[in-house]
């Protein structure tokens, strides 16, 4: 599966994005315009977490099916 999104909010751009499950942490960085992508994701169920320049945002338990 792939995964993509966009962070909406001031101080996004180039920020970390991560989708982990107990077996993997995948890890990208948002580009200047604070969109992301996973690519070739495993079904399962992930927490992404996305860390800004003063802020931490965390989804958890995101169904990917």
């Excluded at 966009?6 to 942490?25: E, H, M, P, W």
């Excluded at 990208?28 to 169920?45: I, K, L, Y």
């Amino acid at each position: 599966f792939s995964v993509r999104g966009q962070i909406l909010g001031n101080n996004f751009a180039n920020a970390s994005v991560k989708l982990s499950d107990d077996a993997r942490t995948l890890e990208t960085t948002a580009n200047e315009a604070s969109e992301f992508r996973f690519d070739a994701v495993p079904a399962g169920r992930y927490d992404l977490t996305t860390h800004g320049k003063d802020v931490e945002i965390t989804l958890k338990a995101v169904e990917i099916t």
